[in-house]
């Protein structure tokens, strides 16, 4: 059964003796009830003492200032009372310090992780504002900054990741330029006066990010350094990569190249060193204005010039990039007009509806017309010679590099140096072509005793395998690379005019390949690149092609190289008969010794010769019309005098009986060709 709940009972105060006006008992008065009428009941609030209000109206009158504004004066009690209340104010704050102090001393300490959280908050925070409106929030740099203080190498990490993709959005598409006395002193209106403070507010942040970067990038190259520090200075450089290849048009361009620079110029290649690598060939090829790369080819040449030549093969291999080799290298038909294809004049395409406009407004669009071609005439006129200019500027910095390191004899770089002349030769001055054979010859010459086949020789492979190392990591290469960028010089040309009127002896590279066609067939690297697995050879002394360094350039494999010297010297149709008749035989010969792939390819080009000159060494294929007496010498050194016409080639008979499909069918097409020719 519930129990019923007590009823509350309220507490009453004692009556007040002074405010009762009668008593129940006393005689001669009447009950309350009766004598309500007679009750004085304000009487004793009229007796209480009242509360008056102190009031701090100033009777002095306001004055006017010699700035135009009214100001009110205070009465010197007001003053005092003022002066009271500071004093006590100031015992209050000092009191209020002293226990912030002793609060400050209670108070725990974070956890790391907790930081880290708080710090990604209020990094999010300051992001999406300046995301929002940088130009509202500009402060919010700062703030970014003074977070990357932080001691802590998680927070520092996250800070610089992020002002890195806050730049990356806030920055405009345009160079800042610093402002001048007359820009200061000149009245403009409030929103440029507002951009003008965003801009510089915006560069000298940005400065400061940048040497923020530089300095946690060096700091990892003590041998001392930290793991924390090793992973900051990654993160470091991740942001000035990523920075030069998202605003390369920015302020502060040279000093984001010279923190590649200088990494690119140590010894150590590791996984920075390829980063590095890799973000300047990528600003090289996408580089529209010209302005990047000519930073990037002086400070790297600078670079190379101050180690003296003892750099990376790597870094001449990022010249090779350039965009100037697919702008500059255009050259016109001699056959037909190259005219840009246009789309309103196709013949299939129906006509377009053709849309009303008044007099008034056909005249405004065709006034509007006209001064947009013109402006567009103009900027395009202005972009192109300023990008021909800085691109020739970059050109010839790059051969002043490559001329300079061919005359010192670097080893390790001669088959990069030559790689490049090779692609730019076309855009040498002729005014050079002199002294780059020279250099040129001096280089085969040196690089002939290493691959020469003369078994009565002491300057073959195995006798040289305990002297002098060869002038590059691969023989094969230089002589190669030499003769086909001689013949490149005079590409696009008449040869025989212009070596005519240059004084310029091309035999040598034709008598040189001639006499190293049966150490090419018969080496074993021969269609092998720098990228190619196998083992190293254990009897030589020079580093095999295999422990080169990887690069993504020199891919071609001497048979490719071969295969290009050949076409120059053999497809021009000014060659004589006993020149062609002596390398067609040899190539026969070499045939025989080839691997498939390259004596399927030199068969190509016999077949592509034969289609030129095949009237003028038909008698080769004919054993009753032989137009020479004596022997034909395979091993002399002299092209002419090696008698090839004495001779037939009867190594056809061979190759029909190859092993491979196809190499017997491509030497069923050069006989073809040849009937055909007849």
């Given at each position: 059964?519930?129990?019923?709940?007590?009823?509350?009972?309220?507490?009453?105060?004692?009556?007040?003796?002074?405010?009762?006006?009668?008593?129940?008992?006393?005689?001669?008065?009447r009950?309350?009830?009766h004598?309500?009428?007679?009750?004085?009941?304000?009487?004793?609030?009229?007796?209480?003492?009242?509360?008056?209000?102190?009031?701090?109206?100033?009777t002095?009158?306001?004055?006017?200032?010699?700035?135009?504004?009214?100001?009110?004066?205070?009465?010197p009690?007001?003053?005092?009372?003022g002066?009271?209340?500071?004093i006590f104010?100031?015992?209050?704050?000092?009191?209020?310090?002293?226990?912030?102090?002793?609060?400050?001393e209670?108070?725990?300490?974070?956890?790391?992780q907790?930081?880290?959280?708080?710090?990604?908050?209020?990094?999010?925070?300051?992001g999406t504002?300046?995301?929002?409106?940088?130009?509202e929030?500009v402060?919010?740099?700062?703030?970014?900054?003074?977070?990357?203080s932080s001691?802590?190498?998680?927070?520092?990490k996250?800070?610089?990741?992020?002002?890195?993709a806050?730049y990356?959005?806030?920055?405009?598409g345009?160079?800042i330029?610093?402002?001048?006395?007359?820009?200061?002193?000149?009245?403009?209106?409030?929103d440029?006066?507002?951009?003008?403070?965003?801009?510089q507010?915006?560069?000298?942040?940005?400065?400061t990010?940048i040497k923020?970067l530089?300095?946690?990038?060096?700091?990892?190259?003590?041998?001392?350094?930290?793991?924390?520090?090793?992973?900051?200075?990654?993160v470091?450089?991740?942001?000035?990569?990523?920075?030069?290849?998202?605003?390369?048009?920015?302020?502060?361009?040279?000093?984001?190249?010279?923190?590649?620079?200088?990494?690119?110029?140590?010894?150590?290649?590791?996984s920075?060193?390829?980063?590095?690598?890799?973000?300047?060939?990528?600003?090289?090829?996408?580089?529209?204005?010209?302005?990047?790369s000519?930073?990037?080819?002086?400070q790297?040449?600078?670079?190379?010039?101050?180690?003296d030549?003892r750099?990376?093969?790597?870094?001449?291999?990022?010249?090779?990039h350039?965009?100037?080799?697919?702008?500059l290298?255009?050259?016109?038909?001699?056959?037909?007009?190259?005219?840009?294809?246009?789309?309103?004049?196709?013949?299939?395409?129906?006509?377009?509806?053709?849309?009303?406009r008044?007099?008034?407004?056909?005249?405004?669009?065709?006034?509007?017309?006209?001064?947009?071609?013109e402006?567009?005439?103009?900027?395009?006129?202005?972009?192109h010679?300023?990008?021909?200019?800085?691109?020739?500027?970059?050109?010839?910095?790059?051969?002043?590099?490559y001329?300079?390191?061919?005359?010192?004899?670097?080893?390790?770089?001669?088959g990069?140096?030559?790689?490049?002349?090779?692609?730019?030769?076309?855009?040498?001055?002729?005014?050079?072509?002199?002294?780059?054979?020279?250099?040129?010859?001096?280089?085969?010459?040196?690089?002939?005793?290493f691959?020469?086949?003369?078994?009565?020789?002491?300057?073959t492979?195995?006798n040289?395998?305990?002297?002098?190392?060869?002038?590059?990591?691969?023989?094969?290469?230089?002589?190669?690379l030499a003769t086909?960028?001689?013949?490149?010089?005079?590409?696009?040309?008449?040869?025989?005019?212009?070596?005519?009127?240059?004084?310029?002896?091309?035999?040598?590279?034709?008598?040189h390949?001639?006499?190293?066609l049966?150490?090419?067939?018969?080496?074993?690297?021969?269609?092998?690149?720098?990228?190619?697995?196998?083992?190293?050879?254990?009897?030589t002394?020079y580093?095999?092609?295999?422990?080169?360094?990887?690069?993504?350039?020199?891919?071609?494999?001497?048979?490719?190289?071969?295969?290009?010297?050949?076409?120059?010297?053999l497809?021009?149709?000014?060659?004589?008969?006993?020149?062609?008749?002596a390398?067609?035989?040899?190539?026969?010969?070499?045939s025989?010794?080839?691997?498939?792939?390259?004596?399927?390819?030199?068969?190509?080009?016999?077949?592509?010769?034969?289609?030129?000159?095949?009237?003028?060494?038909?008698?080769?294929?004919?054993?009753?019309?032989?137009?020479?007496?004596?022997?034909?010498?395979?091993?002399?050194?002299?092209v002419?005098?090696?008698n090839p016409?004495?001779?037939?080639v009867?190594?056809?008979?061979?190759?029909?009986c190859?092993?491979?499909?196809?190499?017997?069918?491509?030497?069923?097409?050069?006989?073809?060709?040849?009937?055909?020719?007849?």
């Amino acid at each position: 059964m519930a129990v019923a709940r007590a009823a509350k009972r309220r507490k009453l105060s004692p009556p007040d003796p002074s405010t009762q006006l009668f008593s129940a008992g006393q005689p001669g008065r009447r009950d309350p009830p009766h004598s309500a009428a007679e009750w004085d009941l304000e009487q004793g609030y009229e007796q209480r003492p009242r509360k008056q209000k102190k009031s701090n109206e100033s009777t002095r009158l306001p004055i006017k200032t010699a700035e135009g504004l009214i100001e009110k004066l205070s009465s010197p009690e007001e003053e005092k009372s003022g002066e009271v209340d500071s004093i006590f104010s100031s015992s209050d704050e000092s009191e209020s310090e002293t226990d912030e102090t002793n609060q400050e001393e209670i108070r725990p300490e974070v956890p790391v992780q907790q930081q880290i959280i708080e710090a990604k908050e209020e990094l999010a925070r300051i992001g999406t504002l300046l995301g929002q409106d940088p130009e509202e929030h500009v402060g919010g740099f700062r703030k970014l900054a003074e977070i990357a203080s932080s001691a802590n190498p998680t927070i520092k990490k996250l800070a610089l990741a992020t002002q890195l993709a806050v730049y990356k959005d806030a920055i405009p598409g345009y160079r800042i330029r610093p402002l001048g006395d007359t820009d200061i002193s000149e009245k403009i209106s409030k929103d440029v006066r507002r951009l003008r403070s965003f801009e510089q507010a915006l560069v000298g942040n940005y400065q400061t990010y940048i040497k923020e970067l530089a300095k946690h990038v060096k700091a990892s190259d003590s041998n001392d350094a930290s793991e924390a520090t090793a992973s900051i200075a990654a993160v470091s450089l991740s942001c000035v990569c990523a920075l030069l290849l998202a605003v390369p048009h920015f302020n502060f361009r040279n000093d984001l190249i010279k923190i590649l620079i200088d990494k690119l110029s140590g010894k150590k290649r590791d996984s920075d060193f390829t980063k590095c690598l890799e973000t300047l060939e990528k600003l090289f090829r996408e580089d529209d204005d010209g302005n990047p790369s000519l930073d990037g080819v002086t400070q790297l040449t600078k670079m190379i010039k101050a180690r003296d030549y003892r750099i990376d093969e790597s870094l001449l291999n990022t010249f090779l990039h350039l965009r100037l080799l697919s702008e500059l290298s255009s050259r016109g038909s001699q056959n037909r007009i190259d005219k840009a294809p246009d789309d309103t004049t196709t013949t299939n395409s129906k006509k377009p509806k053709r849309e009303f406009r008044t007099k008034k407004q056909r005249k405004i669009l065709k006034e509007r017309k006209a001064v947009e071609k013109e402006f567009s005439e103009a900027s395009a006129l202005v972009n192109h010679e300023e990008r021909e200019r800085l691109q020739s500027e970059t050109l010839k910095m790059v051969f002043v590099c490559y001329f300079r390191i061919l005359k010192t004899r670097v080893p390790s770089l001669t088959g990069a140096v030559l790689e490049g002349l090779a692609k730019y030769a076309h855009l040498i001055n002729q005014d050079f072509f002199g002294d780059l054979l020279e250099a040129l010859k001096d280089l085969v010459s040196t690089s002939s005793s290493f691959i020469s086949d003369d078994p009565d020789s002491e300057n073959t492979i195995e006798n040289k395998t305990t002297t002098t190392a060869p002038s590059s990591k691969d023989p094969l290469r230089p002589p190669l690379l030499a003769t086909t960028t001689a013949f490149a010089l005079l590409e696009g040309q008449d040869i025989a005019r212009s070596a005519t009127s240059l004084n310029l002896d091309l035999t040598f590279f034709t008598t040189h390949l001639y006499k190293s066609l049966h150490t090419y067939a018969l080496h074993p690297d021969l269609e092998l690149s720098s990228r190619s697995l196998r083992l190293p050879d254990p009897h030589t002394s020079y580093p095999s092609p295999s422990t080169a360094i990887d690069n993504k350039i020199n891919l071609k494999t001497p048979s490719v190289l071969l295969l290009r010297a050949l076409s120059s010297i053999l497809l021009p149709r000014s060659v004589p008969p006993v020149r062609v008749a002596a390398f067609v035989k040899q190539l026969f010969i070499c045939s025989l010794h080839l691997p498939e792939k390259s004596a399927q390819a030199v068969l190509g080009l016999l077949n592509q010769v034969m289609k030129v000159h095949g009237r003028k060494v038909a008698a080769l294929w004919n054993t009753e019309e032989r137009k020479g007496d004596g022997v034909f010498d395979a091993t002399r050194g002299d092209v002419e005098g090696s008698n090839p016409f004495a001779s037939t080639v009867w190594e056809g008979e061979l190759l029909r009986c190859h092993y491979v499909p196809a190499v017997r069918e491509a030497v069923k097409g050069v006989e073809r060709v040849v009937r055909e020719t007849k």
